[in-house]
């Protein structure tokens, strides 16, 4: 079974100090996809980033940067220099590709609160 | 880039009374859909699958005869609501895989308040 684990509920931090947000995950599939999403208060899901399981390379967009390690099936987000627009509700998710099970696994979600 | 609409975005009404909600993907075709739903401070939870022109694949706990859906073209799946009860009141969030890339976009979501 799939499963992704975002052991961090809530995260509060003062503007301009860097933030990574967790991500654990578990699948057997040797093949899958991983996701980040955001979620602001208005609910909708803003697509972050898509990491395919070949693909270890860390991603830089400028300030958001992701660390995708394999041997420790973690796929962490880190904020640079965070500002108060980054407040949201940010989750993790998990994609695997044999047939018939193409559904995306949500973690439980970090809520990430920047103060000013 | 892919958008995917819902309608309505906010909804009110009566215990017992039934309410739709329409997802579409407005510039892609989407053989697959999914429907989720969200409680507050939760994380989404898939309800179903649906593949157009096919019955839609509940996940387990989900009651098929109360959250129905349809799944009639490629641009358009329903969910149903039926006899809404308070405990319904929720977000749901509809997302559609765009056949040819299979990336999955999600709608805006809806929510439900049911009094």
């Known amino acids: 079974a799939q499963k992704v684990t975002q052991a961090q509920t809530e995260i509060s931090v003062v503007e301009k100090e860097d933030v990574t947000l967790d991500c654990v995950y578990e699948t057997r599939d040797t093949t899958y996809y991983l996701f980040w999403y955001k979620q602001p208060p208005s609910g909708e899901l803003v697509f972050l980033i898509r990491r395919n399981s070949f693909d270890e390379q860390n991603e830089i967009s400028g300030r958001y940067s992701w660390n995708f390690q394999k041997s420790t099936s973690s796929f962490n987000f880190t904020i640079t220099a965070s500002q108060v627009v980054d407040s949201a509700v940010y989750f993790c998710?998990?994609?695997?590709?044999?047939?018939?099970?193409?559904?995306?696994?949500f973690g439980q979600g970090t809520r990430l609160t920047i103060n000013p | 880039g892919a958008v995917v609409s819902q309608h309505p975005s906010r909804v009110i009404c009566k215990s017992g009374t039934s309410v739709k909600i329409e997802c579409r993907s407005l510039d892609f075709q989407a053989t697959t859909m999914f429907w989720y739903r969200q409680f507050p401070k939760k994380s989404l939870m898939l309800m179903a699958t649906s593949n157009e022109g096919s019955k839609a694949t509940y996940e387990q706990g989900v009651e098929k005869d109360k959250f129905l859906i349809n799944h009639a073209s490629l641009t358009l799946s329903t969910l149903t609501v039926t006899s809404a009860h308070p405990e319904d009141s929720s977000f749901y969030i509809c997302s559609a895989r765009d056949w040819g890339t299979y990336e999955q976009y999600f709608g805006p979501g809806t929510r439900l308040t049911v009094t």
């Open positions: 998710a998990l994609r695997v590709f044999r047939q018939g099970a193409q559904k995306l696994v």
